[in-house]
């Protein structure tokens, strides 16, 4: 196996071919850092550029996970290194991570992510923006990022308000986990397919007869992506409790929403569970997370990522991240000593600072 964290190759022969990025820390469930986002990033620049280039495959090795996330050690480390800030590598590496959010959103060329297994995270954020979002039968999808005192970034702000009703408010605030039927139905996923069927596609986009024409190109890959699945899609369970999901999470008062979430009693496991993930998560990320969704709605990509980068840059400037990174992943007591009890209790001018200009917080720069 190659020690590259990310195997650059191509599908195909001749004139045009296909482009190929391959996550390869599966011990890690191939969990972003900066170097791999340096080589995704330079790689689909260039790419773009290439005319022998027809379209972008995006997976990950292993059959655990296309991408788990970032790597929120070293993040952590910036963080607690540089108290107040500015924390120049955490920082930097959003930048740079959004700027290849931005690219693959935004892509001139077909992009086809094969979403298998964990997706969660900085890997949700490189799927959401691809043209073609392929989820397999053990395809898990999340946003988990209030159980550390983050928020869903990496255009986050975008795609989970563009999910039907309140799933991507309530995804944001509980760290629920979906599967490929409920990522189908909410819009953040494309195509079902077995993973064994990844051979199959990587055959056929290999051998597929290319244009000059990206727009004929999206056909070609549809035309591919379009055969009957190797296996049966699992039930979802999103789709039967919208009217749970849209009466939990509705209005615009985040303490009533958490009193009607704390409170529920029902009978419904994933839902038990992901009252227990708000419950356990930190209450003032919950702040941040739910009036960054709500100023967003209307946002362009661009001010997405703006201010996306100003309220990460301030949130790493902020010990409450690297507490629940230390709960959750370093010392792995899962008891974080969170500043605040309840969303109730926290101020409103300590969330305002959050949403300030980070002086000295690198800015984003877009190709295009």
Not at 37 to 54: C, Q, R, V
Not at 174 to 190: P, Q, R, W
Request: proline share 5%; hydrophobic share 45%.
């Amino acid at each position: 196996m190659s020690e590259d964290v990310v195997i650059v190759s191509t599908l195909g022969e001749g004139d045009r071919r296909v482009g190929r990025l391959t996550l390869n820390v599966p011990r890690i469930l191939n969990s972003l850092d900066a170097e791999m986002i340096e080589i995704m990033l330079g790689k689909l620049l260039e790419w773009a550029e290439d005319d022998s280039i027809a379209a972008v495959y995006i997976d990950g090795e292993g059959d655990k996970a296309f991408c788990a996330g970032g790597d929120v050690h070293e993040l952590r480390r910036s963080s607690i290194e540089n108290p107040g800030g500015p924390c120049t590598y955490a920082e930097n590496f959003f930048a740079r991570e959004y700027q290849m959010n931005y690219v693959l959103f935004t892509y001139p060329k077909p992009v086809i992510c094969w979403g298998h297994g964990v997706v969660m995270g900085g890997g949700m954020g490189v799927m959401a923006g691809c043209s073609h979002r392929v989820v397999s039968e053990r395809t898990r999808i999340g946003m988990p990022e209030i159980t550390i005192a983050l928020f869903p970034d990496v255009g986050g702000s975008y795609f989970l308000n563009r999910t039907p009703g309140m799933i991507g408010r309530f995804l944001s605030l509980t760290s629920a986990h979906i599967n490929a039927a409920d990522a189908l139905f909410a819009n953040l996923g494309d195509v079902f397919l077995a993973h064994e069927q990844r051979h199959e596609v990587m055959a056929a986009l290999a051998s597929a007869e290319w244009t000059e024409d990206p727009h004929t190109n999206h056909a070609v890959v549809d035309a591919i992506l379009g055969m009957t699945p190797a296996a049966e899609m699992p039930v979802g369970v999103v789709e039967p409790l919208m009217s749970d999901i849209d009466a939990l999470m509705a209005g615009d008062n985040l303490g009533a929403i958490s009193d009607r979430l704390l409170s529920y009693d029902g009978e419904n496991a994933w839902l038990q569970k992901a009252r227990d993930g708000f419950a356990h998560g930190s209450k003032l990320a919950a702040a941040w997370i739910f009036r960054q969704l709500n100023e967003s709605v209307h946002y362009s990509l661009k001010e997405v990522f703006d201010t996306e980068l100003r309220l990460g840059a301030n949130i790493m400037r902020d010990p409450e991240f690297a507490e629940g990174v230390r709960a959750l992943l370093v010392d792995k007591d899962r008891q974080p000593k969170w500043q605040y009890d309840s969303v109730h209790d926290v101020p409103d001018a300590v969330l305002e600072t959050f949403f300030q200009e980070a002086e000295g917080a690198p800015e984003m720069h877009y190709p295009w």
